[in-house]
T-cell receptor, first 117, second 115 residues
């Protein structure tokens, strides 16, 4: 069975602080895919990144960076110099390598990030 | 153009009623999903259809019946609504490939409130 754990439930930071959102996953698949989605107060789910299990390179996109470590089954997300617009719920999700019945996304419980001015 | 659209965006109804939520995607994807987000923000798969065939049915009460008239549409019909059905329902789609793992595109969500 697949499982995603986001142990942090709520994080509050002051603008311009760096913040790291943790994600730990469990799967028996050797090939799998990890995702981060953002849910701002408006409610939609915004895709941030997709990473497959064979690509352990860290990725940076502007103020966002992701650290994938297979050895610790973690896929952490760092926001540098946070801004008020980063306030949202952030979900980490896991998906297997298959189509069909195993194509579902398994989500963590989400981390509510509040960035104060 | 909206990639995945849902109607209505808000739905308020009384217990015992029957209601439907519609979802359409214009991405040409062959797989569509319904997810439920509860009051604690937890997101969980309900159903998945691939080319109009039911693929995933995750122990959802049989009061919920998905219907896919074609691969661009996946509707969700709910009979005898209960208070516990209040949630946000998200439709999503993806283009499955043999390797799997494709990104899912989500609709804007439908907030269902049962009173």
């Amino acid at each position: 069975a697949q499982k995603v754990t986001q142990a942090q439930t709520e994080i509050s930071v002051v603008e311009k602080e760096d913040v790291t959102l943790d994600c730990v996953y469990e799967t028996r698949d050797t090939t799998y895919y990890l995702f981060w989605y953002k849910q701002p107060p408006s409610g939609e789910l915004v895709f941030l990144i997709r990473r497959n299990s064979f690509d352990e390179q860290n990725e940076i996109s502007g103020r966002y960076s992701w650290n994938f470590q297979k050895s610790t089954s973690s896929f952490n997300f760092t926001i540098t110099a946070s801004q008020v617009v980063d306030s949202a719920v952030y979900f980490c999700a896991l998906r297997g390598p298959y189509t069909g019945a195993n194509s579902k996304l398994t989500f963590g419980k989400g981390i509510t990030l509040s960035v104060r001015p | 153009d909206t990639a995945v659209s849902q109607t209505p965006k808000y739905l308020v109804t009384q217990m015992g009623n029957d209601k439907s939520i519609k979802c359409e995607q214009n991405l040409g994807h062959d797989t569509m999903y319904w997810y439920k987000q509860d009051s604690k923000k937890f997101l969980k798969i309900m159903f998945s259809y691939n080319n109009k065939e039911l693929i995933i049915n995750e122990t959802v009460p049989n009061r919920f019946s998905p219907k896919s008239p074609d691969k661009a549409h996946l509707n969700l019909h709910i009979n005898s609504l209960e208070l516990g059905d209040s949630a946000v329902y998200f439709c999503a789609s993806s283009q499955d490939r043999p390797s799997g793992g494709e990104k899912q595109y989500f609709g804007p969500g439908t907030r269902l409130t049962v009173t």
